[in-house]
């Protein structure tokens, strides 16, 4: 069974903070991983991915990945009460079944 | 682009009966991806389909649970008998191919009672 985990949270960051969610997973041959931020009520929705080691940024987001270590994280700059959500870990392995973790709960305070 | 649609968008059934969901995914998305999100959990996948093949149901309880695909495009995730246990979001995504970025739809709701 792929694993890929993540702490529930709830993350609570002050508003204008950085934000650092986190994701671990098991299968070394995964090739691609993905961040979506979920709404209470609403459907998963595409942050970023990355498929390569290192550094990816995209506007206040950025996508780490370190493949030796079997982790991927998500840094959010200058968080925003609009952020609050569950950010969603999702990690497709070769055999390209996707495996999601369970969700970190991040707040964003004024 | 139009995204993934689903219908219905919510469905309470009692036990025992049967439900059928309907997804349509973004045109031209050659993978589709039906879900199953309990309250605190992340989506686990419940099947895959290549066109109209299945390409992986190894999540799927198919003692009760019956997916299919037709003509590669809509796709119907039917549940029958309903167990209480099975209340949860139902999500269906699609990919243009298999090991790109998922797209979901706005998911239906199931409360079985």
């Known amino acids: 069974q792929k694993e890929v985990e993540q702490n529930s949270g709830p993350l609570s960051v002050p508003e204008g903070a950085i934000a650092s969610l986190n994701c671990t997973y098991s299968?070394?041959?995964?090739?691609?991983f993905f961040w979506y931020r979920q709404y209470s009520g609403k459907s998963p929705e595409l942050i970023m991915s990355?498929?390569?080691?290192g550094d990816k940024e995209d506007g206040r987001f950025t996508a780490q990945l370190n493949k030796a270590s079997q982790y991927v994280s998500l840094l959010i700059r200058d968080s925003q009460p609009s952020d609050s959500a569950t950010y969603l870990c999702?990690?497709?392995?070769?055999?390209?079944?996707?495996?999601f973790g369970r969700g970190t709960s991040l707040i964003v305070h004024p | 682009e139009a995204g993934v649609a689903q219908s219905p968008r919510y469905k309470i059934i009692e036990k025992r009966q049967s439900v059928a969901f309907w997804c349509n995914p973004i045109?031209?998305?050659?993978?589709l991806y039906w879900y199953q999100q309990i309250l605190g959990q992340g989506p686990k996948l419940l099947i895959q389909?290549?066109?109209?093949?299945?390409?992986?149901d190894s999540q799927l309880p198919k003692d009760r649970f019956s997916a299919e695909r037709l003509k590669g495009v809509d796709s119907t995730l039917k549940i029958q008998p309903a167990k209480l246990e099975d209340s949860a979001v139902y999500l269906c995504?699609?990919?243009?191919?298999?090991?790109?970025?998922?797209?979901f739809g706005p998911g239906t709701r199931l409360l079985v009672l």
């Open positions: 995504a699609s990919s243009l191919v298999r090991q790109e970025t998922q797209y």
């Open positions: 299968d070394r041959g995964s090739q691609s």
């Open positions: 990355i498929y390569s080691n």
């Open positions: 999702a990690v497709l392995p070769g055999g390209y079944i996707p495996t």
């Open positions: 045109s031209g998305h050659a993978t």
């Open positions: 389909f290549q066109n109209n093949g299945v390409v992986d």
